[in-house]
């Protein structure tokens, strides 16, 4: 069964904002696309930059590090020099918590 963690409350997150947080040490990226929490690896799939730090415009997630840029909505790498898609997180609200999962290892 996967288990959604609690990682900040819905309000924390601004719209078209990025916020990093952390579930068991592992860094994740959440953002808010028109009213819409995504959560994905908080890592560039480069080498490791942190997303959460990056630029957000519309659905597009520009890295600070070298700037690759992603697509949140699918994940899907859409400039280089990253070659790897960012994993996507399920992610719920309930009771103004934005809770997520992370994959099974
Ligand atoms: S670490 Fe993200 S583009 Fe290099």
């Not at 997150?13 to 994905?40: H, Q, S």
């Not at 697509?71 to 009771?95: F, M, S």
Request: overall charge negative; glycine content about 12%.
């Amino acid at each position: 069964m996967t288990d959604f963690v609690a990682v900040a409350r819905w309000d924390e997150l601004e719209e078209g904002k990025l916020l990093g947080v952390e579930i068991d040490g592992e860094p994740v990226c959440l953002a808010k696309i028109n009213g819409v929490i995504y959560a994905c690896n908080g890592e560039c799939t480069h080498i490791g930059g942190r997303l959460y730090e990056g630029e957000l415009e519309g659905s597009v997630l520009t890295c600070p590090v070298h700037g690759a840029q992603f697509d949140l909505r699918t994940g899907k790498v859409l400039r280089g020099p990253a070659r790897q898609d960012l994993v996507l997180y399920p992610v719920r609200v309930e009771e103004g918590l934005i809770k997520v999962a992370l994959p099974p290892e």
